[in-house]
């Protein structure tokens, strides 16, 4: 009895332990640690987006289904076509390769209440997965002890950092590899189904023979061109076998006499119909001793060359551009991809993937192999390297003559919030180290296209982009100033003095006038209402905008030095000549520094002097551009008069309140704020805004980001009192981005913890459990400001090469490590060990002349 009793009190005991883990969260990433391999419920969010920049996409989830097919220049989430492989094995029977449909999938979700007819839910799939990263490669293990073979699937697309072109391709690839895990040989039939999911209503769909596959295919019509697409999928096994034309039937005739043909292991071929066939397959047999392996590779190629995207009022005023001729032709009024203007048809689209499938993915391979050839933590690479998908979602468009646009996000059907919006691209650390021939391509917009010649410059940009209007919205102070930062930032890294030299006339614009609309009585600050990256007017002088302010004012000094504008004695260095505007922007950055210090620090954090009298902006019309159509209740006037303008943060603590200063570190400039001001504040935005349960906070605005016994950093607290009634409109939530842009900054400061735990916090949210680990949303699915994750990498190592002076500088805040860099010629790995570096290139070149280390 003694016995009895004894066991069942360890047995209570450990059950108690175990619970108490759970509610503890020490037992939260069980079935995925950080950078590690995702398995049971930890599968059942994971999609993997596979195409090429501005191409559009699908993704392999973590089952090896496919879904979020997006290949017609817009999103379609939820878009999951009757698209897969199939492993039949003589003797034994055939089973889908892919694991078992995640519960989710078979009720709640739209026409699952009447059985997910047309999905192919129902065939038998091998009994585990698990799904592991490496980016752009995602890896789905399979196995089924009822199958004697497994299975491992290896889905990428080309993604080679400065290859701009190369990594914008129409392409994407699964590649099987079997192993007969028996000891008997095996033999079957692998295939690889489709229905024509590139059909639509109107015009005509076939499928067409292609040699080793088919071609999905929609015809455009003279009215609606956008139609015509078409979708490769095809196999270099010489043996292959395809049937070009399910039968055709009606209710669920085609589908279930293509799976009959599977579990027979029939190959037979069947020809190619005019129009309108449902489905195809290939199939490829295979002999596997015991032992034995073998890898097929599947290959897709997608050419979808028109759209009907649209977006901005063209002006054909010279005044509202600073381009001259005042456009760049473009073939069409709405977008075209820019592997259109590279490939007429499919046909050249699948033989250039073909023909260099093999250099591309060794080349992809090198990327690869150097990211991860890293000592960084674990849960620093999962951030980066899981945020890069956003530069291969439906987020990213790139125009007919290679020029990058973004969308700020993406919705279920279309792009969310136009076009390189400045002041969520001010995060985005990634595409100027990676790609950054595109990046200054950005800047060429937004100086050119983007701006008037008064120097207003519209914070959104026109697809196809061409000069418009500029009286639809107010300029963004934070956007435009961080673009000012951001020219340096891509001149450091390029090294490319005939490209500041050009911009720099327009930059000068630029930085005119935002002190003339923001600081016309040139106090240092942003005082007049300026609107910003939270959608309002920020009314009065606060340190987010001035401290952006003051980083552009750094900025912009630094490439006037360097273009010789400010002339210094060859022999003492003194100044013996200088512009009188340069002096404007000099004594302006001495007095914006004062101010931080002296009216917009509390001694503990950076605040806002909420101001709406004594301005240049009427009084009377305090009313934010959100809110501009919306009738003004009696309510809302009474509070008004009471507290002034809406959407203020005053005396709150910020999460983004110095981030000029983070955008002055990540662009190679000093901090223009007092250091221990500045660690002050993100001390104090550590302890107040990041929070590691969200149960007892409530947010009435977009709440499911974190949410319950979730934790997360809020944008801003009001930890002294004085909160407002209505503040910023976002206030109280949780953003991606901006946790890893105060994140990376504490970090800079050598709170390298404090920053990691919020880094661990973040990523902890999207375990694949509840949201998809590569999809990390703000306003929208894929959202760009989530690639201020890429700024930990220089955070934690200080690696940054600078091209204008080929210096690689060098700052560890974890002692010796390998890390990641790329530039604008090439990428390879920095190590840093027992005080010194070294570099080793692994692709194309990096010129460096000195190493200049430094200790926090």
């Given at each position: 009895m003694f016995k009895i009793n004894r066991f069942f009190l360890k047995a209570g005991l450990c059950l108690s332990l175990v619970y108490l883990a759970i509610v503890s969260g020490t037992l939260a990433q069980a079935g995925h640690s950080y950078n590690g391999t995702y398995s049971g419920t930890h599968l059942d969010r994971v999609a993997f987006p596979i195409g090429g920049m501005g191409t559009g996409m699908f993704t392999v989830e973590g089952t090896g289904a496919i879904s979020h097919m997006s290949v017609r220049n817009n999103p379609d989430m939820f878009n999951e076509p009757v698209l897969f492989a199939a492993l039949y094995v003589k003797g034994i029977g055939a089973k889908v390769l892919e694991g078992p449909v995640p519960a989710w999938k078979k009720f709640g979700q739209p026409d699952n209440a009447r059985g997910a007819e047309g999905a192919d839910y129902g065939l038998a799939r091998f009994r585990s997965a698990s799904f592991k990263a490496r980016f752009p490669f995602g890896e789905v293990a399979l196995a089924d002890v009822s199958i004697p073979v497994k299975a491992t699937i290896t889905g990428w697309n080309p993604f080679i950092p400065t290859d701009a072109d190369n990594s914008s391709l129409p392409v994407g690839a699964l590649e099987y590899h079997l192993i007969n895990t028996s000891k008997t040989s095996q033999s079957g039939v692998f295939s690889y189904s489709a229905k024509n999911f590139m059909a639509m209503d109107g015009g005509t769909n076939s499928i067409k023979p292609v040699t080793g596959g088919f071609i999905l295919s929609q015809s455009g019509t003279a009215k609606n061109p956008e139609m015509q697409g078409d979708f490769a999928v095809f196999t270099d096994e010489l043996q292959t076998t395809v049937d070009n034309c399910w039968f055709r039937g009606g209710w669920w005739d085609p589908l279930t006499m293509a799976w009959k043909k599977i579990t027979q292991g029939n190959t037979k071929a069947v020809v190619a119909v005019g129009q309108d066939a449902p489905g195809a397959t290939l199939y490829v047999p295979f002999s596997l001793k015991p032992g034995e392996s073998k890898t097929i590779k599947i290959m897709f190629s997608w050419y979808v060359p028109y759209s009907h995207i649209r977006y901005g009022v063209r002006?054909?005023?010279?005044?509202?551009?600073?381009?001259?001729?005042?456009?760049?032709?473009?073939?069409?009024?709405?977008?075209?991809?820019?592997?259109?203007s590279?490939?007429?048809?499919?046909n050249e689209v699948i033989d250039y993937w073909q023909n260099n499938y093999q250099s591309l993915k060794q080349k992809t391979q090198l990327f690869t192999n150097a990211f991860y050839n890293s000592s960084l933590p674990p849960e620093v690479l999962e951030a980066v390297a899981a945020n890069l998908t956003i530069l291969k979602s439906t987020t990213t468009l790139r125009q007919y003559d290679g020029r990058f646009w973004g969308w700020e996000g993406s919705n279920d059907e279309d792009g969310s919030c136009a076009g390189n919006c400045t002041h969520v691209y001010n995060y985005a650390q990634a595409l100027c180290h990676l790609f950054p021939a595109m990046e200054r391509g950005i800047r060429e917009t937004e100086l050119n296209e983007g701006m008037d010649a008064?120097?207003?410059?519209?914070?959104?940009?026109?697809?196809?982009?061409?000069?418009?209007?500029?009286?639809?919205?107010?300029p963004a102070a934070d956007g435009q100033l961080g673009s000012i930062m951001r020219a340096y930032r891509d001149w450091r890294i390029s090294g490319d003095d005939n490209w500041l030299k050009k911009l720099y006339p327009k930059l000068k614009v630029s930085m005119d006038y935002c002190i003339k609309t923001w600081d016309p009585d040139h106090n240092g600050t942003l005082t007049e209402p300026h609107h910003n990256t939270y959608d309002i007017e920020f009314w009065g002088a606060d340190g987010m905008g001035t401290s952006v302010y003051l980083g552009a004012l750094e900025a912009f000094i630094e490439m006037t030095n360097h273009l010789n504008t400010v002339v210094h004695d060859d022999k003492t260095g003194d100044i013996v000549r200088i512009d009188h505007a340069v002096l404007l922007y000099m004594d302006l950055l001495t007095k914006g520094i004062k101010a931080m210090k002296t009216q917009l620090y509390n001694g503990e954090y950076f605040i806002q002097n909420i101001q709406w009298k004594g301005l240049r902006a009427n009084p009377n019309t305090f009313r934010n551009t959100a809110e501009l159509d919306e009738p003004l209740s009696p309510e809302a006037k009474q509070l008004l008069e009471k507290e002034g303008p809406k959407y203020q943060y005053g005396k709150g603590c910020l999460s983004d309140g110095v981030i000029g200063c983070w955008f002055a570190k990540v662009c190679g400039l000093p901090e223009p704020i007092d250091q221990k001001m500045v660690t002050s504040h993100l001390e104090a935005v550590y302890k107040?805004?990041?929070?590691?349960?969200?149960?007892?906070?409530s947010n009435p605005q977009r709440s499911t980001y974190a949410l319950g016994n979730e934790g997360g950093l809020l944008l801003c607290t009001w930890p002294k009192g004085?909160?407002?009634?209505?503040?910023?409109?976002?206030?109280?939530?949780?953003?991606?981005?901006?946790?890893?842009?105060?994140?990376?900054?504490?970090?800079?400061?050598?709170?390298?913890?404090?920053?990691?735990?919020?880094?661990?916090?973040?990523?902890?949210r999207y375990d694949g459990t509840v949201r998809n680990p590569f999809d990390e949303y703000e306003c929208g699915h894929w959202y760009a400001r989530a690639l201020s994750s890429y700024a930990l990498l220089e955070a934690l190592t200080g690696v940054r090469y600078d091209?204008?002076?080929?210096?690689?500088?060098?700052?560890?805040?974890?002692?010796d490590f390998t890390s990641f860099l790329s530039t604008d010629t090439g990428f390879g790995n920095v190590t840093y060990k027992n005080g010194k570096a070294s570099l080793k290139v692994a692709y194309g070149s990096i010129d460096v002349k000195h190493i200049q280390i430094s200790k926090s």
């Open positions: 002006s054909d005023k010279s005044s509202d551009t600073t381009l001259t001729p005042t456009d760049k032709a473009q073939p069409s009024p709405y977008y075209m991809p820019w592997y259109s590279k490939f007429k048809d499919i008064l120097g207003h410059q519209n914070y959104r940009e026109a697809m196809p982009i061409k000069p418009e209007g500029h009286d639809v919205f107010l107040y805004n990041f929070k590691t349960d969200l149960s007892n906070f004085r909160a407002l009634s209505l503040p910023f409109v976002y206030s109280n939530e949780v953003w991606t981005g901006i946790e890893y842009e105060v994140a990376s900054h504490l970090i800079f400061e050598g709170k390298v913890k404090e920053g990691l735990n919020i880094v661990k916090t973040t990523r902890k091209a204008v002076s080929q210096t690689l500088f060098i700052n560890s805040r974890v002692g």
